[in-house]
């Protein structure tokens, strides 16, 4: 079976392991064919009420055996599945609603309230699709449809529509750099070449199992599930990262073979979490991979400390642009060059230009550039970022980076998270993972103050691991080992930092949270 098509990689696994569990969600288990049979009656369903080739249709779900079904429904359609935030408010909503003029809307009672309050009215929205709906949504302008309904019946084959690989699949939002959200169109082909890559590097196969913490509507949380689909594998959900020791008493329990998650999931394991206690436990880990973001060496180095020795840890680099995967760094340089991202996945080109636009020299550095199969198609409907950052075939990461002499990348911050402190330039990861080497905080991050006169004043928001570390004995350590200009001014301590959709540190909202902001989040 051939396969350019995203839904193919379900339809494949069903052929090959129907009967194998696919899905571990509590005590439920689900079957390929099960989860293939419903997803077919689901898109079958939604043909028949008028879905057509590129219609968009929202998902707003938290992680859940619906989620996967609606997602391959609304590919094995021809439609384009375009999931959000769980934690979207009625405005944000609204607005992506009137962007997209989205056929369909799937979702369940959780989100009733978030969706009641959008006033959809006027978005083009034909059906609402709800799992157990509780609200009466009555004088709606489109129809009201209960999920569990149409997963009962109609008919399971595989729609007959015909669907290309260039045509449009996902839109994935992202709030990127600048905070706005901006709508990465990704088409089937560029998420089939991400994913048979990912399979060929981290040597996937059918007896893998992973630990899906991370939610689907997050280009990482999702490759998790088209990875293992594509192989056959087996994915197993749990929404208690809260409480980690469920986590991974889990995966024990269910022989877990995968863990994935960004730098917030370990710093948090590795300190809020009995993950030293299960270092013989974990017996099945053969992999745990980090993405999202930059990743602090001295978490890299506590995290191989706590886990068994036989778990290979896989650093990769990504982007929702580019459908998830850009690089990785193989387990057996992990010591060796552990603060590189590693080279190119499979099918994939990388290369550094400096600011005259020259390709760099090894150690010099410039932005990050890449080509391949997975590179988006564009912004939804948002032409000029879209010339912005996509070039000649070539996208723009935004990322300042540099090679060694063997061709191993080292991404040293963003373009424009750089600041300018008494006539300094200044990269805050410099300082943070100088923070971070104290071996007193969870995680930190350093920002710049307005200042007449010195541009910017550097702060710190950070989440101590106990309430005996004190400012001053923080601000000590980086006394020794900064020079003076990059030694934050003044400390916040928090019980936990801001994260945006992907769970990195939202810097503009730890600025909000120094500035004054929710009191909550603020420790004594």
Request: proline share 5%; glycine share 8%; charged share 20%.
């Amino acid at each position: 079976m051939a396969i350019s098509l995203i839904h193919h990689f379900l339809e494949y696994s069903a052929l090959r392991y129907p009967d194998k569990v696919a899905l571990i969600h509590d005590e439920a288990r689900h079957t390929y064919a099960e989860i293939n049979d419903q997803a077919n009656r689901m898109a079958n369903c939604l043909i028949n009420t008028g879905i057509v080739v590129g219609d968009r249709i929202v998902i707003l779900f938290e992680n859940c055996m619906e989620y996967v079904v609606s997602y391959y429904a609304v590919l094995k359609a021809g439609a384009v599945a375009v999931p959000l935030n769980s934690d979207i408010k009625p405005e944000g909503l609204k607005a992506i609603a009137m962007e997209l003029e989205p056929k369909a809307i799937i979702s369940s009672s959780r989100f009733e309230r978030v969706l009641g309050s959008s006033n959809l009215h006027g978005c083009h929205i034909q059906s609402l699709i709800l799992k157990a709906p509780i609200s009466a949504w009555s004088n709606t302008t489109f129809e009201i449809e209960e999920l569990s309904g149409i997963l009962r019946s109609g008919p399971t084959t595989n729609p007959n529509i015909n669907i290309r690989g260039t045509d449009f699949a996902s839109i994935i939002y992202t709030s990127g750099s600048t905070g706005h959200p901006k709508g990465v169109l990704l088409s089937h082909s560029n998420i089939v070449a991400n994913t048979l890559s990912i399979c060929r590097y981290l040597y996937l196969t059918s007896n893998d199992i992973q630990m899906v913490v991370l939610p689907f509507f997050y280009v990482f949380g999702k490759s998790l599930l088209n990875t293992h689909f594509a192989v056959g594998g087996t994915i197993v959900i749990n929404n208690k990262f809260a409480f980690p020791v469920t986590v991974l008493k889990e995966m024990v329990a269910e022989n877990v073979t995968g863990f994935s998650g960004v730098p917030s999931t370990y710093a948090y394991l590795l300190h809020r979490s009995p993950l030293a206690d299960y270092r013989d436990k974990l017996t099945a880990l053969r992999y745990c991979s980090q993405a999202g973001g930059h990743m602090p060496r001295s978490i890299k180095e506590d995290l191989r400390r706590v886990l068994p020795a036989h778990t290979e840890i896989y650093v990769m680099y990504g982007a929702t642009e580019a459908s998830g995967r850009l690089a990785y760094l193989e387990p057996a340089l992990y010591s060796e060059k552990m603060d590189s991202i590693g080279r190119a996945i499979p099918g994939v080109t990388l290369r550094i230009l400096n600011p005259e636009g020259i390709e760099a020299k090894p150690g010099e550095t410039g932005e990050l550039m890449a080509t391949g199969a997975n590179i988006m198609q564009g912004y939804w409907n948002d032409p000029e970022p879209t010339q912005k950052i996509l070039s000649n075939g070539w996208y723009h990461t935004g990322d300042l980076a540099y090679r060694d002499a063997e061709g191993y990348l080292y991404v040293i911050g963003r373009k424009d998270d750089q600041l300018k402190a008494g006539g300094h330039r200044i990269n805050p990861v410099e300082i943070e993972d100088t923070l971070m080497e104290s071996g007193m905080l969870v995680e930190a991050v350093v920002l710049g103050v307005g200042d007449d006169l010195n541009g910017h004043k550097l702060v710190c928001c950070c989440v101590a691991k106990s309430n005996g570390i004190s400012k001053n004995t923080i601000l000590s350590f980086c006394a020794e080992r900064l020079p003076k200009f990059k030694i934050p001014k003044s400390l916040l301590f928090a019980y936990s930092l801001p994260k945006n959709m992907s769970g990195k540190i939202d810097r503009k909202k730890c600025l909000e949270l120094f500035n004054g902001g929710s009191a909550s989040r603020l420790q004594s």
